[in-house]
C-alpha cells in the first residue's frame, strides 16, 4: 500500500524527488538522520523542529520515501492540508506502517484536531506503527491544549535541526547543482553563500531560479550571470 492509494488520503501528498535522507547536510544533524531512518524502518516516533526553510519538509518526505523504498506502508500529509478536511480523514491511518505529519503544530488550538491527533497517536503506537511530526517549536512550545497531546509528542526522540555551517551550505550548493546538470565551482558556490539567507531551503530557491535562467539563457552560472539573474 502506498502512500497515494490508501482509500481514505485523499491529502497525501506527492514527494518531491531530491527529497532523500542521504541529502540531508550537516554533521550536527547525523543523530537525527538516524534516528529518522529507525522511524522509517518501524522503530518509534521521532519529533523534529526548526525555523521555516531548514529542512523540515525534506527531512519528512524523505523519510516516507525511505519507509515506501522498502516496500512498506507510509504517507507524508501536512497539517496545513488536513485543517481543510474533516477530522475523520485520520480514520483508519494506523494500518500504515509510517505516518509523517509535516506542521503538525498548526494544529494545536483546534479543539476537535488536537483530539483527532490524540486518538490516532494512541491507535497507531497500539498498532506498532511509526510517526514522524515536523513543527516550528518543541512539544512544549507548540501550545497544545490537550496536555496529553504534548507529553505524546515528546514521547520519543525529539531534535532540533542544527543549522549548517557555511562550508556545508557551500558543499550543499554544489551538490544540488551537479544533481541538476549543473556546473558549479566552489568559488561561485561561496560567492552565493555569502549573500544569501543562511539556509538550505533559500539555497534551493536560489538553485531553482538560476537553473531556469541557464537553460533560458544557455549561460554557465558564472559569478556575472548570477548578479544579474538575481539582480545582486
Not at 507529553?151 to 542544527?162: D, E, T
Not at 530557491?205 to 545582486?232: C, E, M, N
Amino acid at each position: 500500500m502506498s502512500a497515494l492509494s490508501h482509500p481514505q488520503l485523499p491529502l497525501a501528498l506527492p514527494l518531491r524527488e531530491h527529497s532523500t535522507l542521504d541529502g540531508f547536510a550537516g554533521v550536527d544533524n547525523a543523530a537525527l538522520v538516524v534516528a529518522l531512518r529507525s522511524a522509517a524502518d518501524g522503530q518509534g516516533q521521532v519529533y523534529v523542529y526548526g525555523p521555516g526553510r531548514s529542512g523540515r519538509s525534506h527531512l519528512l518526505e524523505a523519510t516516507v520515501r525511505h519507509a515506501l523504498d522498502k516496500g512498506l506502508a507510509a504517507c507524508y500529509l501536512s497539517a496545513a492540508e488536513l485543517l481543510t478536511a474533516p477530522v475523520g480523514v485520520l480514520e483508519g491511518l494506523e494500518e500504515m506502517s509510517l505516518i509523517a505529519i509535516d506542521d503538525v503544530d498548526r494544529l494545536a488550538g483546534n479543539a476537535e484536531w488536537e483530539e483527532g491527533l490524540f486518538h490516532l497517536y494512541n491507535r497507531v503506537r497500539d498498532s506498532g506503527g511509526s510517526l514522524v511530526f515536523t513543527a516550528a517549536q518543541p512539544p512544549s512550545g507548540a501550545k497544545f491544549c490537550l496536555p496529553d497531546v504534548s507529553s505524546r509528542l515528546a514521547a520519543g526522540p525529539v531534535f532540533q535541526i542544527a543549522a549548517l555551517t557555511d562550508a556545508e551550505l557551500v558543499a550543499l550548493l554544489v551538490k544540488r547543482a551537479a544533481a541538476r546538470g549543473l556546473s558549479v565551482s566552489e568559488d561561485v558556490a561561496v560567492f552565493v553563500v555569502n549573500r544569501c539567507e543562511r539556509s538550505a531551503g533559500a539555497l534551493v530557491d536560489y538553485l531553482v531560479q538560476l537553473d531556469h535562467s541557464a537553460l533560458v539563457h544557455q549561460r554557465r552560472l558564472t559569478v556575472p550571470f548570477i548578479k544579474a539573474v538575481l539582480g545582486w
